[in-house]
């Protein structure tokens, strides 16, 4: 991991930060030397609490409910300070075909993977157009781009939330805050895992297959949650000062650059 200097002593919010790619997010921001704040759903709803162990802030929060999203970044800027970066990680998946999807599953998907984003921009927006400067990141999907058999409510909540940060990118640019977009292919993590049937079923991704019209990895491997969260780093660092609207792609060449 790079130690990028830029991050020491700047504050840095991760939603979805319990497990997965928000998890090594933090990881890897606290690694810069930044005062992380870890927002999860799966953490205690008690308020704003220090971490000893992993030397983060961690705060209970359901990004789908903008009220509790607007609460949680004043609390962070008056308990801790400005907020230079957000990266929001927190997403969900219902799979199933499209015919079958229930309502409460499309809305579910909707609320914590496009909704929850928006919200969470949108709050943190607020707070860094005065200071004219700031970093966001959302982490999207590749199937953001190709249709993926039994995960279309996914994937069309990911293409939503990817067009969403597009839009914040090109109205915060004038105040000099930039908003990209990474979209991991398959990642290494419990959502991930959730598909699999079996111990042989990460080869199967890598393989791909014909009856569901996906061609595998060419890299031949599945990608780890710390690579992903290289990717969202660099997006947020002063290495990607003239960046922003940008979707990085991290998915081994599963989509062929589409």
């Known amino acids: 991991m790079l130690k990028y200097s830029e991050f020491e002593n700047k504050i840095a919010i991760v939603s979805g930060a319990a497990q997965g790619i928000g998890q090594s ?26 971490d000893n162990n992993r030397k983060s802030y961690q705060l209970g929060l359901d990004v789908t409910n903008s009220e509790a999203v607007t609460k949680a970044i004043q609390a962070i800027e008056t308990t801790i300070g400005p ?3 957000l990266a929001n990680v927190a997403g969900i998946l219902r799979m199933g075909a499209l015919t079958e ?3 409460a599953d499309w809305s579910n998907t909707f609320n914590v993977n496009t909704t929850g ?7 943190v927006a607020h707070v860094m157009i005065p200071r004219q400067r700031g970093a966001i990141v959302a982490v999207s999907s590749n199937s953001s781009s190709v249709p993926r058999m039994n995960m279309g409510s996914y994937c069309a909540s990911k293409a939503a939330t990817t067009q969403l940060i597009k839009c914040f990118g090109l109205e915060l640019a004038q105040y000099n805050i930039r908003c990209n977009i990474v979209s991991p292919g398959s990642t290494d993590t419990h959502m991930q895992r959730q598909l699999w049937e079996g111990p042989c079923d990460a080869k199967k991704v890598i393989r791909g297959s014909l009856d569901t019209h996906r061609i595998g990895i060419p890299l031949q491997k599945i990608a780890s949650t710390e690579s992903i969260a290289h990717s969202v780093m660099f997006l947020l660092s002063d290495d990607a000062s003239h960046m922003t609207m940008a979707n990085t792609i991290v998915d081994g060449g599963a989509t062929l650059g589409c």
């Open 25 to 50: 997010v933090a990881d890897a921001l606290l690694h810069a030397g930044a005062h992380v704040v870890e927002l999860d759903i799966r953490f205690p709803y008690t308020g704003l609490k220090f």
């Open 83 to 85: 907020i230079d970066y």
């Open 101 to 103: 999807t229930t309502d």
């Open 117 to 123: 984003a928006f919200n969470m921009c949108r709050a």
